[in-house]
């Protein structure tokens, strides 16, 4: 599912294997300052997970699509966001 938030931005809510669920969001900012700090905040919390008893997975795209977004969402391709995208996965039976 592609979600639509902002003029710029979106989110998608994907199963890509039985009792996973992944979440990513784009991120766009607009101005050199803030690009800046965005990375370094996504960076972070890419990074946190380290310091959490069950974590969800959490990876920061900032380069190259992820495959299965990029398979199941083709228009994405064609698509700037000046941070990337930031994703969080979680076995459903973890989550409660």
């Known amino acids: ?5 902002r003029p710029d931005e979106k989110y998608w809510v994907m199963m890509p294997a039985s009792g996973e669920i992944q ?3 784009a991120v766009n900012f607009h101005n050199d300052v803030e690009v800046s ?3 370094v905040m996504l ?3 890419q990074d946190s ?8 997975m959490i990876k920061f795209h900032d380069k190259e699509l992820p495959a299965e977004l990029a398979k199941a969402f ?3 391709a064609s698509e700037k966001y000046s941070n990337g995208l930031i994703s969080f ?5 973890l989550i409660l």
């Open 1 to 5: 599912m592609e979600v639509s938030y």
């Open 23 to 25: 979440v990513y969001l």
């Open 37 to 39: 700090l965005g990375r």
């Open 43 to 45: 960076l972070e919390w």
């Open 49 to 56: 997970q380290r310091k959490v008893k069950t974590p969800p």
């Open 74 to 76: 083709p228009k994405l």
């Open 89 to 93: 996965s979680k076995l459903r039976a």
